[in-house]
């Protein structure tokens, strides 16, 4: 064993992973096309995983843009292209989500995670090493380590398929070393596969890369001239970068829009980068998942991190002894691996140093990175910790090659991996997953037959549920569960669609109140199916609920219920354009005699029109201020329509205006003021109307 032929023998490594995989998986194998495992989280973000598949194959199938969906958060639909997509395994898993369902893809895709990031580790561990048994032990650990086990169990498949990035590892370091155009070919071909996968791995990568080439190029290995190291740094960047622009550039057009910036506040403990930061216990404790000690680590990690559930990132210590053992005994050798896990490790710390539980206040590297534009606007950096799980592979596979040659007798040989073998799936012992099924009803299913939108009540922006039931109609819904909620004003002004789904009956007019009622702003927008679980609703909610279908659908009676859900089909009625107040205005106010909205710098009216046609409008607003007379500039879709000057005692403005087919906004734009008080807010004009007639 001191001379182990260097022959890779990635097949067998394969097999191997995928062996103990279906061992780990074994109780989910007779269910794979209809339960997932996981924990509670799962129940959530795993049924969003499967829906991904499912979304991305009809996608494919019906040759539709996989990053943009018109089924969810009807009629405005959702950007995908910075939500937890993983559009890669939903296209390398397409064929499969058609034969046999989303749920059996979302495990198959599981499996082969788990057996490719095995592979990939060995791989990587193995060109560093030369040592076929250390990087097999260093595959292990990386594959079956906390941090993966956990997103397995949260039912994260976009961070689960963490196979990717040792394969990246190891292209970019034969094409720093070996400088071959194939490998930084491949190199980049992973950066950009990582990329369609989790823009979290990304950006960690990217952080990995830099620090690689600084590492690299101020100190070269033996032999190694700088320059042609630095062209194939470029040529990995650059094919990377390349393949992955189609979704990038969207991705940070749709950051500004869907997620607002976020200020880092040192004293606010409820900032979510703080929240989402490793404490620097987290690293020297065993894993919560284990079967045995699972549950009394959990409770100390539970008063370390109250708030969220994603804190598993234990290194693992047969691991940490291993790497030790690699920088005593092959310090030349490790020291670069080194100084890049201790630089992950830094970063997944967050903005601020937390020990046990308490901020030091000490402001960290990770503090940096906010000041990135809409890359500070990252919440995971505890997730870095991926980057120092990976980084054991080759200091572990080094450890285990210098501790194996340094014993001379072959049976000692063995018997030192057969301890180290046992020691480590003693502590990554994983654990019995539950099983979790659908739990949509299967009403649903019937709803396939018809056509159009459902506005399904109440409102689940927060749970997966009503995924599980699309993947049964398959139509067009209002709202639904993603990990970065679009804005959605719509839902909550459009008269008719506003009392039902804030499940609040209306007390008077409200603006931009269609001539046809309720029923006019329903038929509009095409919602002609309304379903109701009423399971879902407290005693108090059901009484508010149940007065606004009496406002808004007086005398139907529901065409189907069951005491659990009830659904009603809306009547037909007269329709015609309708406005209301979209983005830039704050909520209602009201007084005795009057109701208002102020508005920011700038406030958007949505203008609809139902028909296939241009239609022609007329727009009566009302506004005053409390201060000096302000120019409003008016712009309706793409052109200026004109200017209106508002004076302190109101103005009426009217605007006969042609109506493209669809949404258009009337974009009114005036300077704002800060408003006096504490309440931040910035000011500029106050509409008393909007009517359109």
Do not use: C
Request: charged share 15%.
């Amino acid at each position: 064993m001191q001379h182990e032929s260097t022959k890779p023998q990635y097949g067998l490594a394969f097999l191997g992973y995928l062996l103990l995989t279906l061992l780990m998986y074994f109780p989910v194998l007779a269910h794979l096309g209809n339960a997932l495992p996981g924990g509670s989280v799962a129940r959530n973000d795993g049924w969003q995983n499967v829906w991904n598949l499912w979304w991305v194959q009809r996608a494919i199938a019906t040759r539709q843009d996989i990053f943009t969906t018109n089924l969810l958060y009807y009629p405005i639909g959702v950007d995908l292209h910075l939500q937890t997509l993983n559009a890669s395994n939903g296209v390398l898993f397409a064929a499969l989500t058609a034969l046999f369902g989303p749920i059996a893809s979302y495990n198959l895709a599981v499996i082969l995670a788990f057996a490719l990031a095995g592979l990939g580790a060995y791989a990587f561990g193995l060109r560093i090493s030369n040592h076929r048994i250390g990087a097999l032990i260093g595959g292990l650990i990386f594959t079956f380590s906390p941090f993966h086990l956990t997103k397995l169990w949260d039912g994260q498949l976009e961070l689960i398929a963490l196979q990717w990035l040792p394969f990246y590892a190891l292209f970019l370091l034969r094409a720093v070393e070996d400088r071959r155009w194939y490998d930084w070919l491949l190199a980049g071909v992973f950066l950009a596969l990582i990329g369609y996968t989790s823009w979290y791995y990304f950006l960690f990568v990217a952080f990995y890369s830099a620090l690689f080439a600084i590492l690299w190029f101020a100190f070269p290995p033996a032999g190694q001239p700088r320059l042609p190291m630095l062209a194939s740094l470029v040529g990995v960047s650059f094919v990377g970068m390349l393949l992955l622009l189609p979704a990038l550039l969207p991705a940070f057009g749709a950051a500004s829009t869907i997620m607002p910036p976020l200020v880092f506040d040192l004293a606010n403990p409820l900032d979510l980068r703080t929240i989402h930061s490793a404490d620097l216990i987290d690293f020297w404790l065993p894993s919560e998942l284990h079967p045995l000690w699972g549950a009394a680590v959990m409770r100390i990690t539970t008063q370390i991190h109250p708030i969220i559930s994603a804190r598993n990132v234990a290194l693992g210590y047969v691991a940490l002894v291993l790497a030790l053992a690699a920088a005593l005994l092959a310090r030349r050798q490790a020291w670069r691996w080194w100084v890049l896990m201790l630089g992950a490790l830094l970063m997944s710390l967050g903005p601020v140093l937390s020990i046990g539980g308490v901020q030091t206040g000490v402001l960290l590297p990770y503090a940096m990175l906010l000041n990135i534009p809409e890359v500070g606007r990252a919440n995971r950096p505890s997730h870095f910790v991926v980057i120092a799980t990976l980084m054991l592979v080759p200091l572990v596979a080094i450890g285990v090659s210098k501790l194996v040659t340094r014993i001379a007798q072959v049976r000692r040989q063995r018997m030192l991996i057969t301890v180290l073998v046992v020691l480590i799936a003693a502590e990554l012992w994983p654990p019995i997953f539950p099983l979790l099924t659908m739990s949509a009803h299967p009403y649903y299913a019937t709803l396939a037959a018809e056509s159009g939108p459902l506005m399904i009540l109440p409102p689940q922006i927060e749970v997966s549920d009503p995924l599980q039931a699309q993947m049964l109609h398959g139509r067009p819904m209002m709202g639904g569960f993603v990990s970065r909620t679009p804005p959605y004003a719509f839902a909550s002004q459009v008269n008719g669609i506003r009392q039902l789904w804030t499940m609040q009956p209306d007390t008077e007019a409200s603006f931009g109140q269609p001539p046809g009622g309720a029923l006019a702003g329903l038929n509009a927008y095409k919602i002609h199916r309304l379903v109701i679980e009423w399971d879902r609703l407290d005693a108090e909610q059901r009484t508010q609920l149940e007065a606004a279908l009496a406002q808004t659908l007086p005398g139907v009676s529901p065409d189907y219920s069951d005491g659990r859900l009830s659904s009603y089909r809306i009547p037909e009625a007269p329709t015609g354009p309708l406005i209301y107040l979209d983005s830039g205005w704050y909520p209602e106010e009201r007084n005795a005699t009057e109701r208002w909205h102020w508005m920011t710098e700038q406030g958007d009216i949505k203008i609809f029109n139902p028909f296939d046609h241009p239609t022609a409008v007329r727009i009566r607003l009302t506004a005053k201020l409390f201060r000096e007379d302000q120019t409003v500039d008016l712009a309706f879709g793409e052109h200026m329509a004109g200017q209106w000057v508002v004076g302190r005692a109101g103005s009426t403005l009217n605007l006969y205006l042609i109506a493209p087919p669809g949404e258009t906004a009337l974009r009114l734009r005036a300077p704002a003021i800060a408003e006096q008080g504490s309440s931040q807010r910035t000011l500029s004009i106050m509409l008393t109307s909007a009517e359109l007639r």
